[in-house]
């Protein structure tokens, strides 16, 4: 199963290599990995995504947990919590229809175009993995030549996390829609 | 305003930490740090190696007979590898060690410069932390911080890179509010409730087994194991690391269990319905194939290092502890039960302790005798009755280590020093060394095969001009004994390049180096031999030429289990 960790770490030289060298001294997996900075400069968050059964996962934040500099390990997962990628990406698609068909699933994913040349578009869109990789789907077939994604960022919902944001009843919706 | 070096700030910091004996070999880029240790050598007695290795196995021979703080100084670049394999071997043995490494300046960091290698990277994975010291300001903080870290919770080695200009630069104050401090106390708190569900579950178990590790040594808790165990009269198997945290002698003992345990420690441990499980990791060596260990059992895991628990085994019952703590919470809850409830718990496993005398009885730990060759078994039992059980006995590893193992009966903790979790041969001699260093009055033997001992023998040159008189038996059987068994056993006898029969006289050897040399080539020759060396008043070497091709029985093969045991 997929999960997000948010480990607050020390914001020291080498600190994030000690976390990473962990995970791939002990076999474990990381799909993405961001890092930045905290409320308190001194600190940092990574956020890793990773893959495996309850038990990997615990011996995951347990390992990370005994490293000096870690001050929390918490797997976001395991509460409701908000999860965002931001992805770049390049895509083909001179003045004609390509570049209206472009236009129109920007518009729908609530995306942005923020380049643009007489050949290529670049747009912005960010979201929960699902709409990421759905809008990335939708436009591979005009023609991406380059995308940049950021990993995943999480943090876990308010006390009251029934109230969900209109983004993300968009992002749902649009899921549901199979788009 | 008083200003003082980097150099100073360090060695003022180790003598305020208590620091008295470091190993070390000097370099380039430890020059400063010398020629402060050598103004403060009224304070701090430094121990000149011959290779860097040596070092931190001495700190830890040091570290682990007294269960203070282990000090190395090397140089940068070469000084810091050769460390490395100590420093990995101290980690998986959790062995308390600071290791203070030399590094090019800080404005060559990174040029590829003369003797630089990337210290704390390369070390990253086989410490419980290290440091990069920029500023002569933060050492004062990073050394107190870094005996912490040492000691404290599960025990391991921490490195502290120093670059050769900040040892030189100069500082009018220390910092210590570097992120970390005040340190982390991450200990984990007793669950009284886990206790008592954990004790609920002993007295109950009709075929429980105790599975004790190097974690009794550590938090020092052989007594209160000792009590507890005779208070509900429960069998207790020690492992490698466990050896001497439980009295072998003691009736209650079945010997040590895992790969070349005893039959009746790994059928127990097969057979049981509840292990307690005490200061151990669940290492591969004991366990065998995970699947089918303990396969009847429920699991009760105490070990101070939270990520111990559930790594391999999923424990029913889990504290992470320090195992003392617990014990002794054990007991205060077992005292107050009554006499006749405890009677009953006990009566309840009359049947198990008969199966297991059952096993102790038909396969007993045991060897055949020859006229005419020195069987390697019997060099231990004839050193186990020289030296009346109480020597301080450190090994290599391979065959030899696990004889010592199965035929010198350990009662104290401490008293067996061997390289169990990296199985680094060359550990016996420094590490020899460095326990007769910290433990001057008593007899200190570094048990070693012939291949162990050509890789650090170079130290015999330290121990001799210390004239710390450390007394090494070489098994001499003129092979890589454990891999010729393996490729016996495993290989259909192919012995592919485990013949190391030319290799210098070893009693020239010793007198070349200024110790004394004894030899047993025949069975007739041993007590005398040994006895000679075992008295001499130096460092002496003896070697035994034992017979060539015998085999450590029983095993259990690499990914199997009890069931799967060769006896014979």
Request: hydrophobic letters at 40%; one cysteine or more.
């Amino acid at each position: 199963m997929r999960h997000t960790l948010s480990i607050i770490v020390a914001d020291q030289p080498g600190e994030l290599s000690r976390i990473v060298g962990l995970f791939s001294a002990r076999g474990f997996n990381i799909q993405t990995i961001s890092v930045g900075e905290t409320l308190d400069p001194r600190w940092s968050r990574v956020t890793i995504v990773t893959r495996g059964d309850d038990r990997t996962i615990q011996q995951i934040v347990k390992q990370c947990e005994r490293l000096a500099r870690v001050r929390e390990v918490q797997d976001v997962t395991t509460r409701p919590h908000i999860e965002r990628e931001m992805a770049l990406i390049t895509v083909a698609a001179d003045a004609g229809t390509a570049r209206q068909e472009v236009l129109s699933l920007v518009s729908g994913f609530r995306a942005k175009v923020v380049d643009i040349s007489h050949t290529h578009l670049i747009v912005e869109a960010s979201g929960n993995k699902e709409k990421v990789d759905t809008f990335i789907e939708l436009l591979r077939p005009i023609g991406i030549t380059d995308i940049t994604r950021t990993g995943h960022i999480a943090i876990n919902r308010l006390a009251a996390g029934d109230i969900v944001s209109e983004e993300e009843d968009e992002d749902e919706y649009l899921l549901r829609q199979g788009r | 305003m008083d200003w003082t070096t980097g150099a100073q700030i360090l060695v003022e910091a180790l003598v305020y930490e208590g620091v008295d004996t470091i190993f070390g070999y000097p370099g380039g880029a430890v020059l400063h740090i010398y020629d402060e240790l050598w103004r403060a050598r009224d304070c701090i007695t430094h121990y000149l190696v011959r290779h860097e290795q040596g070092a931190v196995h001495m700190a830890e021979g040091y570290a682990r007979s007294t269960g203070r703080v282990g000090v190395v100084l090397v140089t940068s670049g070469p000084g810091a590898t050769n460390a490395v394999t100590g420093i990995a071997n101290a980690y998986l043995d959790s062995t308390p060690l600071v290791v203070i490494t030399g590094q090019v300046p800080k404005h060559l960091i990174g040029t590829d410069a003369f003797q630089e290698v990337d210290t704390v990277g390369i070390t990253r994975p086989c410490v419980k932390h290290n440091y990069l010291v920029r500023d002569a300001r933060d050492l004062a903080g990073v050394v107190r911080e870094a005996f912490h870290l040492a000691r404290s919770g599960r025990p391991g080695p921490v490195v502290i890179d120093i670059p050769k200009d900040v040892t030189a630069a100069r500082a009018n104050h220390s910092r210590l509010d570097h992120v970390g401090f005040p340190f982390s106390t991450k200990r984990p708190a007793l669950d009284q409730k886990a206790v008592e569900r954990a004790l609920a579950a002993i007295m109950s178990a009709q075929r429980p087994v105790v599975y004790a590790g190097g974690g009794i040594a550590n938090s020092g808790a052989d007594q209160p194991l000792r009590l507890f165990a005779e208070a509900l009269r429960l069998p207790v198997a020690p492992t490698l690391m466990g050896l001497g945290g439980f009295p072998s002698s003691h009736p209650l003992c079945l010997g040590m269990l895992g790969m070349h345990g005893t039959y009746a420690a790994n059928m127990a441990v097969a057979e049981c319905d509840l292990l307690i499980a005490l200061g151990v990791r669940f290492d591969d060596r004991v366990t065998g194939k995970l699947a089918t260990f303990a396969p009847h059992a429920r699991v009760i895991h105490v070990d101070i290092d939270p990520a111990n628990i559930g790594k391999n085994v999923a424990p029913s019952l889990a504290l992470a502890a320090d195992v003392k703590q617990a014990l002794q919470e054990f007991i205060s809850l077992v005292q107050q039960h009554g006499e006749e409830q405890l009677r009953q718990s006990i009566d309840s496993r009359e049947s198990w302790w008969n199966r297991i005398r059952g096993w102790q009885r038909s396969q007993p730990l045991r060897f055949s005798g020859s006229p005419s060759q020195i069987k390697p078994q019997s060099v231990i039992q004839e050193l186990h009755r020289l030296t009346k059980g109480n020597a301080i006995i450190t090994t290599d590893v391979g065959q030899h280590q696990m004889w010592v193992a199965q035929f010198y009966p350990f009662t104290k903790t401490r008293q067996l020093i061997t390289s169990g979790g990296l199985g680094t041969m060359g550990f016996g001699l420094p590490a020899a060394i460095g326990a007769q260093l910290a433990c001057r009055d008593q007899l200190v033997v570094a048990v070693v095969g012939d291949g162990g001992f050509q890789m650090t023998n170079q130290e015999l040159a330290t121990a001799v001009q210390y004239e710390l008189p450390v007394k090494i038996v070489i098994m001499n059987n003129g092979y890589l004994g454990m891999v010729r068994q393996w490729q016996e056993m495993f290989y259909d006898r192919t012995y592919s390049e485990v013949d190391i029969s030319v290799a210098p006289d070893f009693v020239k050897l010793a007198e070349a180096y200024g110790a004394a040399g004894f030899r047993a080539a025949k069975p007739d020759e041993l007590h005398h031999a040994l006895a000679a060396a075992l008295n001499h008043k130096g460092v002496a070497v003896i070697d035994v030429a034992v017979s060539k091709e015998e085999n450590v029985f029983p095993i259990v093969p690499a990914g199997a289990n009890a069931r799967d045991m060769i006896v014979q």
